[in-house]
């Protein structure tokens, strides 16, 4: 069963959602959509009101539903203000640089650069606060969405699931950068290329080389990411990930809402229905 959202912009009226049992009749609107269900939500919200409705779907359609062949993920991919484990460090202003540089890029296994097995599709900056995948993280941070290849990889699937439900599932960001700053309270400032700060040649200072200060990568490219489970740890402790069941279902009624989450969260439990997960 999928579901199609019809847009009225004449009606102003409160915001209430309502079922309706004439929506999918001979006289109504959608004369020529088979029946399903006997309901529809209708919901006003401001100037438009929102109708859902299910709809029949063809077969053959419906053996093409993406969620049947991917894993959609959501987490934190990288964070600013902090360094990580490996003493990386980016400022706001560095993610802000960066994060258009994160859709598009390979998801791999465990940094094995060969075995890709998805791909990062959206990325956004989040400046602070309580995020759906960053709950209890308020630094600013990039949030970054992927899609695992689970048809292909149905072994690496499994265990993502695995760790997902244990809360163990990371992501590992991938990043290069124009220059490097020998940061923080060991750091002397220093800014030396990229390429001499990782092979740390003559030109990198002796705090870069030794890795005793915080490195902060200056104009970021994020280059891919990883997928870390179990026993691995990732470089950055706060980079949680979780499954996304329905995909792309909470962006569409968060946009058709104006952005009010209570009436989004209405629109999705109508969808999904008592027994869906």
């Not at 941070?141 to 163990?168: D, N």
């Not at 400032?189 to 740390?200: F, K």
Request: hydrophobic fraction near 40%; charge should be negative.
């Amino acid at each position: 069963m999928s579901y199609f959202d019809v847009l009225d912009r004449i009606k102003p009226t409160g915001m209430q959602g309502h079922l309706r049992e004439d929506i999918l009749t001979a006289d109504g609107p959608f004369p020529n959509v088979e029946r399903q269900e006997a309901s529809a939500l209708v919901v006003d919200a401001g100037n438009r009101t929102v109708v859902t409705v299910p709809a029949e779907v063809p077969k053959e359609e419906a053996a093409l539903d993406p969620d049947s062949f991917l894993t959609r993920l959501r987490g934190r991919l990288v964070g600013a203000e902090q360094a990580n484990r490996n003493g990386q460090f980016w400022t706001t202003g560095d993610l802000v640089f960066g994060v258009g540089t994160v859709a598009g890029g390979p998801l791999n296994w465990l940094h094995q650069e060969r075995r890709i097995v998805g791909a990062l599709t959206e990325a956004r900056l989040v400046e602070g606060g309580k995020q759906t995948a960053a709950e209890g993280w308020s630094l600013p941070h990039i949030e970054a969405e992927a899609s695992m290849w689970s048809f292909l990889f149905p072994s690496e699937t499994h265990i993502v699931r695995e760790a997902a439900a244990m809360g163990k599932l990371f992501y590992s960001m991938e990043c290069v950068s124009k220059n490097v700053e020998c940061y923080g309270p060991n750091g002397c400032g220093n800014v030396v290329s990229y390429a001499d700060a990782t092979l740390r040649t003559e030109r990198a200072c002796e705090h870069i080389r030794a890795k005793a200060s915080a490195r902060r990568l200056i104009n970021p490219v994020f280059q891919g990411a990883a997928i870390i489970v179990p026993p691995v740890q990732p470089g950055w402790a706060n980079a949680n990930v979780e499954l996304v069941r329905k995909a792309g279902s909470n962006d569409k009624a968060m946009a058709f809402t104006d952005g009010d989450e209570a009436l989004a969260a209405q629109i999705l439990a109508f969808i999904q229905g008592p027994t869906s997960a």
